[in-house]
């Protein structure tokens, strides 16, 4: 289970164990009241050390290679164009900042693109600051953070493409005639072309098609894989050696 | 609104243990804003699952209830840690859980928190569904829309559904009584018009365009015929 959006394996220079150094913050808002305000407060916190504030995400970006950035905070506008070129743009920078978003409407679809564009959190304009201050401490540990109606929002895509999985896997069912589930149970059993189309009273080359066929409908790419395909969804039963 | 003027959030709760479903419903009975209403009745706001023993079969319920009742929220309750078994139940259609190890009001905070559009955050249960909903998105194909197709004749439809059953050109021409070359001119001009080179594309089309019904029991289905009987290695068309 990856809890940093790096993937597993690679070594993160930006993420510390607890009681670590502090955490280097930069700030991203055009709102300039709002950010001066919040880069003083948080300055206050002798956890963190604000090492940039950006007007725009090009300041940003321009800033990046001559600044040390530990979680970057974006707060989201109203244009919300481009966020996932940058996301994309600060993915290219090592060490590479984590990215926590500030944003107003918690059920916008748009912030799940963002999340699984590179952004580590979301949290709400209506959260309070400790709530901040805890969401920049956990994503500087690479943990994901985001708001319940956020969650919510995520919980119901997932079953969504779930129900789309399901039914695409039913049509893939519905594709394959009966003679080709017993074409594939007989592979499963380890059969080779020549001895299924011996049991079946078939040529070669009929069940050749057939397994072609089959592959097609399946979408993969060898006779294993299509068993494995069918197996996996209690099509055929699991009767392989180990 | 204030709270008094809130209607109660109707509460159903299913298990196949009856006493952990009494006991559940006796607990949430009572409680300010909610109003316990029996399972089967079919008018709630949140509907409590137990997991119990056998979490495939919890799943195949929550699937089920999910395509029951689209408006309900559904809590998966006794999960053992925050897993990927959580994520399971998500996928289900699950819009919340409740852990083993939770208390009453912990149970009741989740009820209130999912009628309001509030599901529970933990990093690592996140990162998972993340990463889930990603694996998903790979494989998505985009939805062909039924307005972009030129409508089929009442007869190519007929012998659409005829292919979609198994049947080959011969036996839907012995059941519409015209001829093989007919069905074959038919079946040309629905490949045409879907716009794709073979039936069972046409076929799979017509099932994503809700052309045709997909059938809810899979046992007595056919498949697209591969020609048994026509040429071997010859796709008919």
């Known amino acids: 289970m990856p809890d940093s959006a790096d993937g597993p394996g690679r070594p993160d220079e930006t993420e510390r164990a607890a009681g670590e150094a502090t955490v280097r913050v930069a700030i991203v808002d055009p709102h300039q009241l709002f950010r001066e305000c919040l880069a003083g407060v948080l300055a206050g916190d002798r956890r963190l050390e604000v090492t940039g504030r950006f007007a725009s995400r090009q300041e940003a970006l321009d800033g990046l290679p001559r600044t040390r950035v530990d979680v970057l905070l974006l707060v989201l506008d109203s244009a919300a164009d481009a966020v996932c070129g940058f996301l994309q743009a600060v993915d290219e920078h090592s060490p590479k900042p984590k990215v926590m978003l500030l944003g107003r409407d918690e059920a916008d679809e748009r912030i799940l693109e963002y999340l699984d564009a590179g952004a580590s959190g979301f949290l709400a304009r209506d959260q309070s600051l400790t709530e901040l201050r805890a969401a920049i401490d956990a994503v500087s540990r690479g943990d994901r953070v985001c708001t319940p109606r956020l969650a919510s929002t995520m919980y119901a895509r997932l079953a969504r493409l779930g129900r789309e999985r399901r039914r695409r896997d039913k049509l893939d069912y519905l594709m394959l005639t009966p003679r080709e ?39 993969v790419h060898s006779r294993w894989a299509a068993v494995q395909h069918a197996i996996e969804r209690g099509w055929i039963a699991d009767r392989r050696r180990r | 609104m204030s709270d008094s ?50 979490p495939a079969a919890a799943l195949a319920y929550t699937r089920e209830a999910r395509d029951r009742w689209p408006q309900a929220k559904l809590i998966a309750v006794g999960l053992e840690r925050e897993d990927e078994s959580v994520v399971e139940f998500i996928e289900a259609g ?101 716009r794709v080179h073979r039936r069972r594309d046409a076929v799979r089309l017509a099932y994503d365009l809700g052309l045709l019904a997909e059938p809810k029991d899979l046992s007595g289905r056919g498949g697209i015929a591969r020609g048994e009987g026509e040429e071997d290695g010859l796709d008919p068309f």
């Not at chain 1, 589930?181 to 049991?199: C, F, H």
């Not at chain 2, 050109?169 to 629905?190: A, F, P, S, Y």
């Open chain 1, 181 to 219: 589930l017993e074409i594939l149970r007989l592979i499963a059993d380890g059969l080779s072309n020549q001895e299924v189309a011996r049991q079946l009273y078939l040529s070669v080359h009929t069940v050749k098609n057939h397994v072609h066929k089959i592959l097609e409908t399946l979408g």
């Open chain 2, 5 to 54: 003027m809130r209607p109660s959030i109707r509460v159903a709760v299913s298990s196949r243990e009856r006493m952990l479903r009494e006991v559940l419903e006796a607990s949430l009975s009572g409680r300010e804003g909610l109003e316990v209403v029996p399972g089967d009745d079919e008018a709630f706001d949140v509907l409590l699952m137990d997991v119990g023993c056998d």
């Open chain 2, 94 to 194: 699950a819009g919340g859980y409740v852990l083993k190890g939770s208390s009453p009001e912990d149970l009741v905070a989740a009820v209130r928190a999912a009628q309001q559009g509030l599901a529970p955050c933990a990093p690592r249960v996140v990162a998972s569904v993340l990463a889930r909903i990603a694996a998903l998105s790979r494989h998505a194909a985009p939805v062909p829309c039924a307005a972009e197709v030129e409508p089929l004749t009442l007869r190519e439809g007929q012998i659409l559904g005829l292919l979609a059953a198994g049947l080959g050109n011969k036996e839907v021409g012995q059941r519409l009584r015209i001829t093989v070359q007919t069905v074959k001119n038919h079946v040309h001009r629905i490949l045409e018009k879907l």
